[in-house]
């Protein structure tokens, strides 16, 4: 990758033997006239886990059995960040209709679950749909303030709506778990075959 700086190697053996990969990794960027940064570079082991682009791995025993998988969800920072943009966006829009509302939440949704459902996130979605109810509901208590909740919901419904937009549900985005495109990225390197 040209642009790449962002990047994680996973090591088989001891911590010493990450260590010494990490020094050797830090004499061939030098002569790149690049260098690790002392506090993004970690070393860990995968049942702690650990927070790549947004995702969050980690080594647990799956539940009924006496197996061990890693599992890669959405980190907490994550989820944080999206319903904060959720919790600004309406806030500053009571005068907005609730159509615009939902066009631009709409769209801010559907590209955070569309990078995150490529892992375990079914939980992380179905929270995310009850935040976002809690505060499309919000909204509207604060956009008509005298209007009693049964009016609101006759008016909206039950799931926020207005003008053929609906409000996106992240829970019924389906997560693809492993999800393995390698035959399909081109090489830049020719075949030795």
Known sequence: MRYADDWCLLVSGTKAHA???REEIAGVLSTMGL???PEKT??????EGLVFLGWRIQRHQKRGTGKQYVYVYPAKKALVAVMAKVK???????NLSLED???QLNRMLRGWTAYFKYGCSN?????LRAYLWKEIIRWQERKHRRVPWKVLRRRYGIWPAEGGKELFDPARVSAKRYYYRGTRIPTLWPSTA
């Open 101 to 103: 509302l939902l066009r």
């Open 123 to 127: 939980a992380t979605f179905s929270y």
């Open 19 to 21: 260590e010494a990969l």
């Open 42 to 47: 970690l070393i860990t082991h995968i049942d």
């Open 88 to 94: 600004t966006i309406c806030r500053r829009s009571t």
């Open 35 to 37: 260098r690790l940064s």
